[in-house]
């Protein structure tokens, strides 16, 4: 079976999967649970300044797909509403008792050299395996200067970054937010600030639906509603995307990144690893499922590494960044046509419609005699969009298939048709 | 009650079991079932199932507006296609209709969307402050239809929504036809055929006279003479006999007889119970009576059908709802001779069997016999003649036995329409008679107005 283990900014840990800094690890009884249910590492729920946060009910509220699964998460938590000393006592004890696990703890404290400065070393003491700089929560603690409130700032995460690493000797975790235009400066900031790592992404601003009836958004607090944070499953693109964008960031290359996004099951943390993760944080799945996920994460990342020819996460590790790359610098010969496989096709007039309306008018409807109807690809109409294919209800009904056009690479960069075009 | 069965038993379950046996058959979903099941749909294109349906209901919209929570526009969808929408709902061959053509049965799935079924949700919780069809304004125009069926009343509502002003004329104390006589009890419970017609009369403008029979003491005639059109609705009446010995006997009767008195029966206990008895026939009927007859307590029910399980009338689904209330389908055999105990009542049958020579149905000459308190004959409907025996209903046209119309419902005599069963066109399914009315009605409509503007 292939080695699950990693050592990730200097933390080990037995497996990749961490569970983010969230409810999940909010105390020291669900982190005990994580740990026995097999959880690689945690990042315990963000610290702050005593007196502790006071947090609001109802809380969270959820974007739904057509069979009430949920496709994104919304919460408006604050930090811990425990005591700092609660935490520093149980995460104390936890290390102790679960010494092979990776124990990092979340910070978020005002954005002064004093306050960093005083928890930093409390912290140290505790045993923990290193901190996690909360620069994203954006609900709540950013309209009193935290959270994102910094996050969204280059120059206050580089400060606060060089704070950490002046007054602590553990490895410094960035956390960043995606409610940003460009995350490679929150990135570059850190990384000059002399961060280990960074994680993302933090939650996205979000509101998830609103009562028609009582005329507020959710989740509803009395009679109102305020905008929170959004994850699950519905933002692992966004943040797929954004670690990309870090990890071929030539300013950034290199610096460990731990995933963070809607990671639910073994493909997922395998997608975001392969574009450069060195480990993977975990909080909706887990809210939704409880901790045993672990378990299937667990075995079929192992069982897909040991068909793929793959030891350990760093022999893929990275694999697909080279491949993600700018639009200019694709091959615009490339081509492919779609083909439907009549045998499959279900005669749902999906893919028809769909071309037919909104894209190249490439797929025909053809009455047959019996009042059905065959759909077939006008080859030369088809400009090989996918649309068809995504739209097909039927796996591998549609294939896109690759044109052998007798064209070589060309990109925009060299195209004649580019008045910008490189003159060789 | 019924005089050829009055020597028989009464069930021996009491009140409530005997209305357990024959509560709903296909229970509704819920708002839950009702939201996964919609949202299999796959909304499509040229949708398969809605030109399989007789009606033409626009299903993927339907469908798609109960998943988006707006089951009212769901209902008037269905309604403005099809005003029987909920009876078609539960008593369609959906798995030979709407379901078989349904793309999710392909081999990945092989699960058809329960159109069926949501189509009911649909009218089931659609919540009408009024009844949702407007009539235009009156066009002073009145139009006659002959029988208060699914075609009758369908064809009377699209043209009481046209402005014209519709007399029904009805051989029955309740309207509803087939819904409300004809079809198993467990199909349609709650008093829902009446519910229905009630919905339907809504819309005013509709007169049902009851109790009037055309050939009895009603004209085609004097129809054609009274008003400005006429719709004939009249169903097939008559049921098919055998043409055998002792046909009459006690114990025998046809099968549409006793569902229709089951159906009417307000206390299923003083029903007649055939702890034995024989089905004669393979259509929906004979089902029907098989099973209700199983579950009033009978513990030996042979259906018996003279060709095999593939040429059945009835679809596999209803052999299946037969095979599980413990009916016995036996094919390849056929009636020879009525067996009457010493009092002259029916203790059994004779059948012999048959087998295919040369395509042709033969009898092979062995013979056998049930032992049986009763035989219900399901043979099959055919058109009552007598109702068309004045001079003009004479003139007709017939396709055969039954009345002969356009591809617009007009039968040979102009300003006469007519639909459903008692016409050759289509099948005998109650969502055919439906939208039968319907296009009557929309001919008669377009008719009449052609005449006014040309006046």
Request: hydrophobic residues 40%; aromatic residues 6%; proline residues 4%.
């Amino acid at each position: 079976m292939a080695d699950l283990s990693i050592q990730f900014a200097g933390i080990k840990a037995p497996n990749p999967f961490w569970l983010a800094s969230a409810p999940p690890t909010d105390k020291a009884y669900n982190v005990v649970r994580a740990f026995e249910a097999g959880w690689g590492g945690v990042v315990w729920k963000t610290l702050g300044e005593d007196p502790a946060a006071v947090n609001v009910s109802s809380r969270y509220s959820a974007h739904y797909g057509v069979n009430r699964e949920v496709m994104g998460m919304n919460n408006i938590e604050l930090i811990t509403d425990r005591s700092l000393e609660i935490n520093l006592r149980e995460i104390t004890q936890v290390k102790k008792d679960w010494p092979d696990r990776a124990l990092v703890v979340s910070l978020m404290v005002p954005c002064v050299e004093e306050a960093w400065k005083a928890i930093l070393p409390l912290v140290e003491a505790t045993g923990a395996d290193g901190i996690e700089l909360n620069f994203g929560c954006p609900h709540g603690m950013s309209e009193r200067g935290m959270g994102s409130a910094v996050g969204q700032v280059p120059e206050y995460v580089e400060r606060v970054t060089r704070w950490c690493k002046t007054h602590c000797s553990l490895p410094v975790i960035v956390k960043l937010t995606p409610n940003i235009t460009d995350i490679r400066q929150s990135a570059r900031a850190a990384h000059r600030g002399g961060a280990d790592a960074v994680s993302l992404i933090n939650t996205i601003n979000s509101i998830t639906s609103v009562d028609l009836e009582r005329m507020v958004a959710l989740p509803i607090v009395g009679n109102q509603s305020t905008h929170g944070g959004y994850c699950g499953p519905a933002v692992k693109p966004i943040a797929l995307n954004m670690v990309a964008e870090i990890a071929r960031d030539p300013e950034t290359r290199g610096l460990p990144i731990s995933g963070i996004g809607g990671i639910g099951s073994w493909r997922d943390a395998a997608e975001f690893i392969a574009l450069g993760c060195g480990s993977v944080q975990v909080c909706t799945a887990a809210m939704l499922n409880g901790f045993r996920i672990v378990e299937e994460m667990k075995d079929g990342l192992s069982r897909w590494m040991d068909s793929q020819g793959y030891k350990s996460l760093q022999d893929f590790s990275g694999r697909a960044v080279g491949n993600t790359t700018d639009w200019k610098y694709l091959d615009i010969n490339y081509q492919v046509i779609a083909k439907i496989d009549q045998q499959a096709c279900i005669g749902c007039g999906r893919c028809h419609i769909a071309c037919e309306d909104t894209a190249h008018q490439a797929i025909a409807s053809l009455k047959q005699a019996d009042g059905s109807h065959r759909y077939e690809v006008i080859d030369a109409e088809c400009v090989g969009c996918n649309l068809c294919q995504i739209t097909c209800p039927v796996q591998d009904c549609i294939e896109m298939v690759v044109q052998d056009n007798g064209k070589g690479f060309l990109d925009w960069e060299h195209d004649p048709r580019n008045p910008y075009a490189v003159r060789a | 009650m019924i005089e050829s069965l009055n020597h028989l038993p009464h069930p021996r379950d009491n009140a409530a079991t005997l209305a357990d046996n024959f509560s709903d058959l296909a229970p509704p979903l819920n708002d839950r079932q009702a939201r996964l099941e919609s949202s299999r749909c796959l909304y499509c294109y040229d949708a398969p199932c809605v030109n399989a349906c007789p009606s033409e209901i626009d299903i993927p919209s339907f469908i798609r507006n109960i998943h988006q929570e707006n089951i009212q526009g769901a209902a008037q969808t269905i309604l403005s296609a099809n005003i029987l929408g909920g009876s078609c709902a539960r008593v369609c061959p959906t798995e030979v209709l709407c379901q078989q053509a349904c793309v999710r049965n392909h081999h990945q799935e092989c699960a058809p969307v329960l159109i069926g079924q949501l189509q009911r949700y649909a009218l089931d919780n659609a919540n009408f402050d009024a009844h949702p069809f407007q009539r235009a304004a009156a066009t002073g125009k009145r139009v006659a239809v002959v029988g208060a069926g699914p075609a009758g009343l369908s064809c009377a509502h699209r043209l009481a929504l046209h402005g014209h002003d519709v007399v029904i004329f009805e051989r029955c104390e309740k309207a509803g036809g087939l819904n409300e006589y004809g079809i198993a009890k467990y199909k349609l419970v709650d008093d829902f055929a009446q519910r229905e017609v009630d919905f339907l009369l809504q819309i005013g403008g509709i007169e049902i006279r009851h109790g009037r029979t055309l050939g009895v003491d009603l004209t085609l005639t004097e129809l054609r003479q009274q008003f400005d059109a006429v719709f004939l609705g009249l169903g097939l009446a008559a049921s098919r006999q055998l043409g055998m010995a002792d046909e009459t006997a006690p114990g025998m009767l046809a099968a549409t007889q006793f569902i229709r008195e089951l159906r009417q029966a307000d206390d299923l206990t003083k029903l007649p119970l055939a702890d034995r008895c024989i089905v004669l026939g393979a259509g929906n009927t004979a089902i029907d009576m098989a099973v209700q007859m199983a579950r009033l307590g009978a513990r030996d029910v042979n259906l018996v059908y003279r060709r095999g399980h593939e040429d059945m009338g009835a679809t596999l689904h209803e052999q299946d709802i037969a095979k599980a209330a413990q009916v016995r389908l036996m094919t390849w055999a056929q009636p020879q001779q009525v067996l009457l105990d010493d009092q002259g009542r029916v203790r059994g049958m004779r059948f012999e069997r048959t087998h295919l020579v040369n395509g042709r149905l033969c009898a092979t000459g062995e013979t056998f016999e049930l032992a049986a308190d009763a035989i219900f004959k399901a043979i099959g409907q055919a058109f009552d003649d007598s109702a068309l025996d004045d001079p003009m209903a004479r003139e007709l046209q017939r396709d055969g036995e039954r009345i002969q119309v356009d591809g617009q419902l007009q039968t040979s005599i102009a300003g006469v329409y007519a639909g459903g069963d008692c016409t050759a066109l289509g099948q005998d399914l109650t969502v055919q008679a439906v939208q039968h009315g319907k296009l009557a009605a929309e001919a008669i409509h377009a008719q009449l107005m052609l005449n006014v503007e040309a006046a």
